[in-house]
């Protein structure tokens, strides 16, 4: 199990509840994984941990996650709210329209989603979410929300199978980036989405999200169970997931953690 020395951060009771208390690694196998540990020993909600690398970490679906020495933000956040199963999709959707604030905030840059957890910029990915959960008694109990945003990595820095669809702030901005600012924005813009669930607003959250996913009425190719599903999209929410138009003309509906890919057709 590798671990490096970590560094802890606290800030004042005053301060918001997400990354009022931040554990930084020089390295890890996979901050979901050091995540885990921390919320089983009663970490506190909003516990942030951060890592400048990670050897093993994980995409959905068992894929890996690219991670740049120095170029990456990887992170991960212990998130304890109890919520309706009905809204536990809604903790992806808080990760996604977090990276998409930050981007606006800090590159002016419209960020799109590409259903379900992926951040587009330009036709490519520049960030992932990956969702945890622990239930008890058939209710969500703790989730594990991680992130990962390219920030400033370079064109050749990606491995080639990444290359043509995987970009960075770096490379669409047109220079480097502040991690520290970047990283500053993400969390405040997830505290505040994560009070809109706290406090019962749903609706402020799937209309956001709504706004930032431009595959409404577009032809798309669907892969799920190792099957490829075409047709175009009637609607999409991040509760109920994908309404599609199949191209038999039958109407079919996929929801979010079954879709291992959704591509809108050139």
Request: proline fraction near 3%; charge should be positive; glycine fraction near 8%.
């Amino acid at each position: 199990m590798y671990r490096s020395r970590c560094q802890i951060y606290t800030k004042p009771q005053n301060m918001k509840l997400i990354g009022k208390k931040i554990l930084h690694f020089k390295a890890v196998e996979s901050t979901n994984d050091i995540a885990w540990r921390e919320a089983i020993d009663d970490a506190m909600d909003g516990t942030v941990i951060m890592a400048e690398m990670q050897t093993k970490g994980r995409g959905r679906f068992g894929r890996l996650w690219f991670g740049h020495k120095d170029g990456s933000l990887l992170m991960s956040v212990i998130l304890r709210h109890p919520i309706p199963v009905r809204y536990v999709s809604l903790i992806t959707a808080i990760g996604a329209l977090s990276v998409v604030d930050a981007i606006d905030e800090i590159c002016g840059l419209t960020a799109e989603i590409q259903f379900p957890n992926d951040v587009i910029l330009s036709g490519k990915k520049v960030a992932g979410v990956l969702v945890e959960s622990r239930f008890i008694s058939d209710k969500p109990d703790m989730f594990i929300l991680g992130i990962g945003v390219n920030i400033n990595i370079k064109s050749h820095q990606f491995p080639k199978e990444l290359s043509k669809v995987a970009t960075s702030l770096l490379l669409e901005y047109g220079a480097e980036i502040s991690k520290r600012a970047f990283t500053k924005a993400l969390l405040g813009s997830m505290d505040n989405w994560y009070k809109q669930l706290k406090n019962n607003r749903p609706d402020a959250i799937i209309n956001n999200w709504k706004r930032h996913l431009d595959i409404i009425d577009k032809n798309v190719k669907i892969h799920q169970n190792g099957k490829l599903f075409n047709g175009v999209v009637i609607e999409s929410d991040p509760l109920d997931g994908i309404i599609l138009r199949l191209d038999n003309g039958h109407i079919a509906t996929f929801r979010g953690e079954h879709i291992e890919r959704c591509e809108v057709k050139e």
